[in-house]
């Protein structure tokens, strides 16, 4: 599967910006950067730094290579060669007018840009464009590199095919867009987040409640509810056996009640915006922002790991990204066919903190982890993708013998090596050495694999492709000598043998 997009410029690194370039980057897009500020290139660089520990804890799939990320002094030469470009720059609508008018006399006639603006309406951003077809809003959410939504807003003056365009790109990195029906002020979700925020002001300037216990209000209750349901759906179960209907005609005559007051806001003073600077450093102040964010990332990906789990929601969005994450590692080894006449080194990945027992040594499931990954992008290799799979096939471990050899620590770089001790009609039989950045030798894991009929639930023949890539690899594969510690199970040790009597 190709990648539709093979460089992206970024103009703004800031808290949205940065979030862009995480996403980009990580996925495999080149990415140009323009940003005037004297610290872009640290700010930057900690963002990609969350990001990349997120993937790590989040993404099942074999990572994917990175793009390239440059920084450049001037505008007009970081959006030179960009197919796609994403403008995040301050909310200041003559701000964005000056950038986008660079960017336009800068860029290929081709180029997407799409802006970040959370309020602006596309028809504002496009005033004195000479081609506004192309440019169109694309707001995300932070942090970008984790939450999927992207909503796509068109004017009249926009080209359905750029659009269109941009959505598949959007697809290529992970993202759920969203094309809204019209354009409007501040879109779908700042309007409804403007909702409770205006509400929450007010309950924090009448002393109702503080900052706090109007987050732990919404963690620990509707907050779990809408990061899996929405608002719609929620609602829909609330009305019972008799659904929707009944939920409206029972809560209906409610929104007549003076509950709101969101045709009204308090006047920000200084004493109210001190109130809340005040709370919200009672609230979390212990914290700096980077463990925030660390906190705040490894909460969704928690979300996301239970989501995918059921297939729903933004577990979907996981999973498509592993899959093109899969593809992606089939199409680099089928790009790069390896010598087989050595051991296959098709994964390669870094111990992270996260992986570390109480003895500071990377804990004992990791080592399966990261030898079902190796196993998995071998599986890849021979071409078993999701096209495969859907068609009823696959490959399951039915044994697996890990040998513990070294002390593996934290951020130590490893990769693994396969070699195929044999295979079948059905079985394939595969032998691991992961090994640190010196060759050292970490841990080995024998894997014994059984190709399924995943319907009937039953061994079966292997089928074309893999049939064909075994075929391909089996005679380099067939040279390299087995380990003497292949195929023996733990000897040394044990109870004496005793028999027990049939009954």
Known sequence: MSV??????????????????????????????????????????????NARRAYGKMIQAPACPEGVLTFHDDLASAVADADYIQESVPERLDLKHKVIAEVEAAARPDALIGSSTSGFKPSQLQEGMIHPERLFVAHPFNPVYLIPLVELVGSPANDEAALARAAGIQREIGMFPLRVRKEIDAHIGD?????????????????????????????????????????????RIAGGEAG?????????????WPWTKLMDVPEMTDELAGKIGDQSDAQSGQYSIRELERIRDDNLIGIYQALKAQDWGAGQS?????????????????????????????????????????????????????????????????????????????????????????????????????????????RIRLHHEMVDEAGNVQATAEHMLMHVDTAAGKAAPMASPLTERLAQLSPGQRGIAAPAHAGQPIRDIGWPVREVEAT
């Open 4 to 49: 539709t997009l093979k460089k992206a410029a970024c103009i703004g690194g800031g808290v949205i910006g940065g979030g862009w370039i995480a996403r980009f980057l990580l996925n495999g897009i080149d990415v140009a950067i323009y940003d005037p500020h004297p610290e872009a290139a640290r700010i930057v660089g900690e963002v990609l730094e």
């Open 191 to 235: 309007r409804l987040l403007e909702a409770v925020w205006r509400e929450a002001l007010w309950l924090v300037h009448d002393d109702v409640a503080s900052t706090e216990e109007i987050d732990d209000v919404i963690r620990y209750s509707f907050g779990l509810r809408w990061a899996q349901m929405g608002l719609f759906e929620t609602y």
């Open 244 to 256: 929707m209907k009944h939920f409206i005609e029972q809560f209906g005559p409610a929104l007549k």
């Open 318 to 426: 996981l999973r498509q990204m592993e899959e093109r994450f899969f593809e992606r590692a089939k199409d680099t080894a089928v790009r790069e066919t390896p010598d087989y006449t050595r051991p296959l080194v098709l994964h390669k990945t870094q111990v992270s903190g996260e992986w570390l027992d109480y003895n500071g040594h990377m804990t004992e499931f990791r080592y399966l982890q990261v030898f079902g990954d190796a196993t998995d992008a071998f599986l890849g290799h021979i071409g078993m993708d999701a096209g495969y799979r859907a068609a009823g096939r696959s490959v399951y471990t039915v044994e697996t013998h890990i040998r513990h050899l070294s002390e593996t620590k934290a951020n130590t770089h490893i990769s693994v090596r396969t070699t195929v001790l044999g295979h079948d009609a059905k």
